[in-house]
């Protein structure tokens, strides 16, 4: 068996259009359920809410969103970031770009102190994103580890 870490997006009732949005920028596969398919959990008038949102990219990245419904408690995404990172520059521009679209740009899009291509954000919903291009010849070797 495999084990997989995959980002758990809670949101409170714009989980449906920010998959839409990120199926948009990342492309995929979505699936969806939501509280009307599942009755007994349905708070009322709540129906519609995504209960479980999964985005599932060619490339393997899984990406998941739900709704907290009016019954829970809910907080703001706060105290992490969602990263995407790869060598493939024109790829990961076109998702900064579409990320950044009213969004929050926390940190430019550019050539940081060890190499590559590197930004941070704050989506439209309340998400942070940090995008990492290891272009040609950044990072290498020459990129510093930690071990314990």
Known sequence: MTLQLNPYINLRGTAREALEFYRSVLGGDLRVTTFSDFPEMAP???EHLVMHGQLTTPDGLVLMVSDVPSTMEYAAPAGFSVSV???E?????????ALADGGTVTAPYTTPPWGGTFGMLTDRFGVEWMIM???????????PTVES
Request: proline share 4%; charged share 40%.
């Open 44 to 46: 009322p008038g709540e």
């Open 85 to 87: 990172s790869g060598d």
């Open 89 to 97: 520059a024109e790829r990961l521009q076109r998702v900064w770009d």
């Open 133 to 143: 291009c290891d272009d040609e010849g950044a990072g290498g070797d020459d990129t």
